[in-house]
């Protein structure tokens, strides 16, 4: 008994460890959530089936899908090449019906005419999430565009002129007209555009596929390919494109993931 004892010891010390939490990253992550974890230098690092970029220093970013449930499963491989298998529990988000009237009928239902425009302003878009630069601003804390009421929430159902459409994909904030609008990370101006829903945008790139979107802004201030440090005005707060009234849409990226900005807010 004791040489067997002995044997099955001597195996287990040879398998690579599986507690605990490699990652830097909490045990549970939210539906919806932006994440930056951070493993030992020189691994690699998959999410499911897809590879992680990861800096110099260990650090990566991702985003877990709106409608994920259950698990996501990591697979960690060190310098030497031992697997660390990695699961983290994802936490439900509950996402409300909201019911918005008073929208023009064509930016409900859009002409013959412009879905050509729509088609073209969606390519732009698509383009600018799938940067994959270099730059790290994406590990710094995020700081509000601008402040007012919430008019908006992630991931609501909405309800436009009494006809069901796509889910919210940003976080809704109404200002007076005119108010300034501040980049929340340092980053790199990827678009400047008038678009037909979402009226004068502009998308960031913080860097490791991380961006975030400003639309129906009344004014954009900035240049494509412009270097923005945290706090710069990008723009104002308007009523361009689809919308009821001023405020600012707030969207935030991982490559094709669309992300809940209130959860990098704090409280």
């Not at 710094?140 to 908006?152: A, K, L, N």
């Not at 940003?170 to 108010?179: E, H, L, N, S, Y």
């Not at 990226?253 to 807010?265: C, H, I, Q, S, T």
Request: hydrophobic share 40%; glycine share 12%.
């Amino acid at each position: 008994m004791k040489l067997i004892a002995c044997l099955i010891f001597g195996l287990l010390m040879t398998l690579p460890a599986q507690a605990g939490n490699r990652l830097d990253l909490p045990d549970q992550v939210t539906q919806g959530g932006f994440y930056v974890g951070k493993v030992t230098p020189g691994s690699a690092l998959w999410l499911g089936k897809t590879k992680l970029k990861l800096t110099p220093e260990g650090y990566f970013a991702f985003g877990v899908n709106w409608q994920q449930e259950g698990m996501i499963k990591f697979r960690l491989v060190d310098s030497a090449g031992a697997e660390y298998p990695q699961r983290l529990q994802v936490i439900k988000q509950k996402y409300d019906v909201q019911h918005i009237n008073g929208l023009p009928k064509k930016m409900v239902t859009p002409p013959k005419e412009v879905l050509a425009r729509i088609a073209a302003d969606s390519a732009r878009v698509k383009k600018a999430r799938t940067t994959n630069s270099p730059r790290q601003d994406f590990r710094g804390h995020f700081i509000w565009p601008v402040r007012g009421r919430i008019s908006g929430n992630f991931g609501n159902h909405r309800i436009l002129n009494g006809k069901p459409k796509s889910p919210h994909t940003g976080m809704d904030i109404a200002a007076p007209k005119g108010t300034p609008v501040k980049a929340p990370l340092g980053g790199v101006v990827t678009m400047v555009s008038d678009l037909y829903y979402t009226g004068n945008t502009v998308i960031i790139d913080h860097g490791y596929g991380v961006s975030t979107v400003f639309a129906h802004l009344d004014k954009a201030m900035v240049r494509m390919g412009q270097r923005l440090t945290q706090g710069d005005q990008i723009g104002t707060v308007g009523a361009t494109g689809r919308a009821t009234g001023p405020h600012l849409h707030w969207g935030l990226n991982w490559y094709k993931e669309r992300l809940n900005p209130a959860l990098v807010l704090g409280e």
